[in-house]
């Protein structure tokens, strides 16, 4: 059987957890206390076709590095081979617009999203990629903002939208 690799990883938001497979990293999950580890880890299983290995290093090394580099400030563009498994057809076209044209320490509407891909008035579908995204940080869904200013949702909790949109500048930083 196939096998994908995983580890948890530590970080001022709290614990993610992080897969791969030999095309590159295919998930990120919030909050990776054991019953989340658990349930990516089966529900990773089951759509991947791959049993799950603990292991920090070969496909996971540099998606690690990355990372904390990115939560020290130090980067701002992660150059990571993704592995789209996990998305399809419009979300992956709004998850790819959102990689590759929304740059740190800038937001974008989810209409204005829906346009950059042909769908001026798919403002709600852009919101279901948002929660569906699997890579989140790395295809940063906290960058996507309501039309009104406000935060909108976020499938990690709106104080880690908070917190990742702070470290990349565009809100100011918790006074506590």
Known sequence: MKRFAWTVLATEIGPL????????LVNVAFHAD????????????GRLGAEPVADATGPLAEPIRQLERYFAGELRVFSLPLDWALTGG????????????????????YGDLAARVGQPGAAQAVGAAMGANPLPVVVACHRVVATDGGLG????GLETKRTLLALEGVLPPPLF
């Open 90 to 109: 419009f979300n992956r076209a709004v998850l790819e617009e959102l990689a590759t044209g929304v740059p740190y320490g800038t937001v974008v509407g």
């Open 153 to 156: 949702g976020f499938s990690g």
């Open 34 to 45: 054991r019953t989340v580890q658990d349930t990516a880890l089966r529900q990773l299983s």
């Open 17 to 24: 957890l992080l897969a791969a497979t030999d095309k590159g």
